[in-house]
Nanobody, 124 residues
Framework: QVQLVESGGGLVEAGGSLRLSCAAS????????MGWFRQAPGKEREFVAA????????YYADSVKGRFTISRDNAKNTLYLQMNSLKPEDTAIYYC?????????????????WGQGTQVTVSS
């Protein structure tokens, strides 16, 4: 069992930056592939970024590539999402998730544990 708690969301102007954190409970955090997803009002939850258990090759949605960076610190049981050059269309609730395996995946259905989410609002 893994419990995930996101933090770091807030209100920022377009062009600004935010850093999201996801604190995980349990000793097995380092064995899970992790991901960030987001859900805007009236839309389905969508993939943002993913990272394998080792912190190796990462994956990004095309809409955030070059602006967002996913990283993890297994010693601190924490996942991060650095978001730069934010746009109004990035406004959403951001969720971290732990996968059922070690590897990174874009597939929402392959994530077993989810946090409660943190709101990110980007004003124009």
């Amino acid at each position: 069992q893994v419990q995930l708690v996101e933090s770091g969301g807030g209100l920022v102007e377009a062009g600004g930056s935010l850093r999201l954190s996801c604190a995980a409970s349990g000793r097995t955090f380092g064995t899970y592939g992790m991901g960030w997803f987001r859900q805007a009002p009236g839309k389905e939850r969508e993939f943002v970024a993913a990272i394998p258990w080792s912190g190796g090759i990462t994956y990004y949605a095309d809409s955030v590539k070059g602006r967002f960076t996913i990283s993890r610190d297994n010693a601190k049981n924490t996942l991060y999402l650095q978001m730069n050059s934010l746009k109004p269309e990035d406004t959403a609730i951001y969720y971290c998730a732990a996968g059922s395996g070690r590897y990174a995946t874009r597939e929402k259905n392959e994530y077993k544990y989810w946090g409660q989410g943190t709101q990110v609002t980007v004003s124009s």
